[in-house]
């Protein structure tokens, strides 16, 4: 009964996390491009001087996030036009 209700509390939670309408954009407006073999990405940074830090010494990149969006700015419309009937 126990791994029971486990599951039935996880499979929610998954599923909750899942969701199609809680999709939010990255709030961090700088990423890092680290030269470790393959590229390593790091978005995790507000300015463009923590992620310069970060990348001094050990090789990379900064460069925008093309994930962010402003806080307060509404995400824009598609720029398609509209059909009329």
Known sequence: M?????????????????????????????????????????????TVEQCRATVSGIGGFCERNPFYSEPGRKPEKSQRPRRQY
């Open 2 to 46: 126990r791994k029971l209700v486990l599951a039935a509390i996880f499979g929610a939670a998954a599923a909750a996390l899942s969701a199609p309408g809680n999709a939010h954009a990255d709030p961090y407006k700088w990423c890092a491009v680290l030269n470790m073999g393959d590229a390593a990405y790091n978005c995790g940074f507000v």
